[in-house]
């Protein structure tokens, strides 16, 4: 049975880098794509409020319209029981029949002119509603084009990008699985703390990257000697020296170009 092959300590640096190389193109990616999808998701939700408010404005005028019709022929109901009324009093026997009739008639010209007064109030709420209905369009017909030209722009970034992050992830997946569990995880929870997830950095300058705490030389002589995984005592980061940083990025380069 043949012995599995040991991962150095060098392998295991040269790996982590790898990933956070291929890892923080992912995050290029989406930093170019930026808050474009959350803007068009947005626009999407206020378009169909919009709508939604347009089609109850609707229905709200077509329910007035409804109660118009009502009070209309309520109003020519009454004015069939005045003539009718009317017509009666011409052949009443006494004065009480005579007043009950008047009553009558005057009931129903009271109807009538409550009936007007809430036609001509509903054509009131009929105009205020149209200047609603006027000034939700244009903002809809706004929101509509603003939203087509968001769509656009990120569709073009989308076709431009897609491709080479979904490329990109499959090998992030690959290179997790080549690298131990307790890495993976290590490499998962930094990323998730630091600034700009960048959880493996070279040293650059005396200093760990993105930092500006310097780095004592001995502890840069061990980073260098590759020994041991070594992390920045002020960002947790695990460290690696420049040379093996600028390997990877021209191997990592080559790689990019590909996809």
Known sequence: ?????????????????????????????????????????????????????????????????????????????????????SEQQKNVRNNREFNSLTKEVEFQDLEIQLAEKHIKEFYVQIEQKNEVIDTTKKRLKERETHLKHKKSELNAILAETEKEEEALLK?????????????????????????????????????????FFTIPPQVQAEIASRKKIITDEHSGRILVDEALANEQKEKMKKLFSKL
């Open 171 to 211: 090998k992030s997946d690959k290179y997790k699985d080549s690298i131990e569990q307790r890495l993976v995880i290590a490499y998962a929870r930094i990323r998730k703390n630091v600034k700009n997830g960048l959880a493996v950095v070279p040293i650059e300058r005396g200093a760990a990257g993105g930092s």
């Open 1 to 85: 049975m043949t012995k599995k092959k040991e991962v150095t300590i060098e392998e295991k640096l040269r790996a982590l880098y790898d990933l956070q190389l291929i890892d923080s193109r992912v995050d290029e990616i989406r930093n170019v794509r930026g808050e474009l999808p959350l803007e068009v998701r947005d626009l999407e939700d206020e378009v169909e409020g919009l709508n939604t408010r347009l089609q109850k404005l609707n229905e709200s005028l077509f329910n007035i319209d409804e109660q118009i019709k009502s009070k209309k022929n309520l109003i020519e109901e009454a004015k069939v029981l005045i003539k009718k009324y």
